[in-house]
């Protein structure tokens, strides 16, 4: 454990906490026993992973930094056109600075995002692995349907669609997101016990209700506030990620009014 340790202790030094983020280990076999074929990750059962995730303070301390310095480099404010995904090349940014600063601990790790496939698959279930490390309850609909009870009802969801389950933060409620998975193959640790998850919701009824917020309403947000969360979003945070990617630019020009003292 020692060794899995000083690596936890290297990705936290890069990703701190003030900067809004959280890592959380698991052995991949207590992933695979919870998922099955066919998202089974081909390592052996006590292999290390680090799941991350992104609280508050990384859009609005984190992130918020990044992109003044990006528009300080740039010369301008007006950069859609270079970067049309700001959190993603933020985190992108970030994942390749801790890659290098890996090196010196472990040279043989793999990054997984909750990116499609070709074949329209998910590589790895992001809900699962936050359930299955302890960091955030998983409330899947399968566990909450009643003999006598047609739940959740047909025909409320588009075409295409499947009525999915929610995570929910014993801190941040709904106000957080699964960013990445560190597989580290060469780092067995068969005697970690990971941590249990804390359900916030008790009653049935309650977690009914969140997983019909979350499904037919999820562009209100109002999903992300069951549990009564100590910490939510701001409103510049909500803001954002409520409107379409295309003027989610336009949110953040406040930030960049003043340019260089928003940097701490």
Same mark, same amino acid.
């Given at each position: 454990?020692?060794? %899995?340790?000083?690596?936890?202790?290297?990705?936290?030094?890069?990703?701190?906490?003030?900067?809004?983020?959280?890592?959380?280990?698991?052995?991949i076999g207590?992933?695979?026993?919870?998922? &099955?074929?066919?998202?089974?990750?081909?390592?052996d059962?006590?292999t290390?992973?680090?799941?991350?995730?992104?609280?508050? @303070?990384?859009?609005?301390?984190?992130?918020r930094?990044?992109?003044?310095?990006? +528009?300080?480099?740039?010369?301008?404010?007006d950069?859609?056109?270079?970067?049309?995904?700001?959190?993603?090349? #933020?985190?992108? @940014?970030?994942?390749?600075?801790l890659?290098?600063?890996?090196?010196?601990?472990?040279e043989?790790?793999?990054?997984?995002?909750d990116?499609?496939?070709?074949?329209?698959?998910?590589?790895?279930l992001?809900?699962? =692995? &936050?359930?299955? %490390?302890g960091?955030?309850?998983?409330?899947?609909? =399968?566990? #909450?349907?009643e @003999?006598g009870?047609?739940w959740?009802?047909?025909?409320?969801?588009?075409?295409?669609?499947?009525?999915?389950?929610?995570?929910?933060?014993?801190?941040? &409620?709904?106000?957080f997101?699964?960013?990445?998975?560190?597989i #580290?193959?060469?780092v067995?640790?068969p005697?970690?016990?990971e941590?249990?998850p804390?359900?916030?919701?008790?009653?049935?009824?309650?977690?009914? +209700? %969140?997983?019909?917020?979350?499904?037919?309403?999820?562009? @209100?947000s &109002?999903?992300?506030? #069951?549990g009564?969360?100590?910490?939510?979003?701001?409103?510049?945070?909500?803001?954002?990620?409520?409107?379409p990617? %295309?003027?989610?630019?336009?949110?953040?020009?406040?930030?960049?009014?003043?340019?260089?003292k928003?940097?701490?």
């Open positions: 454990m020692e060794r %899995a340790e000083s690596i936890k202790k290297a990705v936290d030094q890069h990703l701190p906490s003030k900067d809004g983020f959280e890592t959380h280990m698991f052995r207590s992933y695979n026993r919870s998922v &099955g074929d066919p998202f089974s990750l081909p390592y059962d006590s290390m992973a680090l799941l991350i995730l992104s609280t508050p @303070d990384m859009f609005d301390v984190a992130f930094k990044w992109v003044v310095q990006k +528009t300080m480099e740039f010369g301008s404010f950069m859609s056109e270079f970067v049309s995904s700001p959190i993603q090349s #933020f985190l992108e @940014d970030r994942l390749e600075d890659s290098e600063k890996l090196q010196s601990v472990e043989n790790f793999e990054i997984l995002h990116y499609m496939t070709p074949q329209r698959r998910p590589k790895i992001m809900q699962t =692995c &936050g359930h299955v %490390a960091a955030a309850f998983y409330y899947q609909p =399968c566990h #909450f349907q @003999d009870l047609a959740p009802s047909s025909g409320r969801m588009g075409p295409n669609l499947k009525f999915i389950g929610l995570s929910l933060h014993p801190i941040y &409620g709904g106000h997101a699964f960013r990445s998975v560190l #580290f193959p060469n067995l640790i005697d970690f016990k941590s249990v804390l359900p916030i919701l008790k009653e049935a009824s309650e977690v009914r +209700t %969140a997983l019909e917020k979350f499904n037919y309403n999820w562009k @209100d &109002g999903f992300r506030d #069951f009564n969360p100590a910490r939510r979003y701001s409103t510049t945070q909500m803001e954002f990620f409520g409107r990617v %295309a003027e989610r630019w336009e949110v953040l020009r406040p930030w960049i009014e003043g340019g260089a928003h940097i701490d």
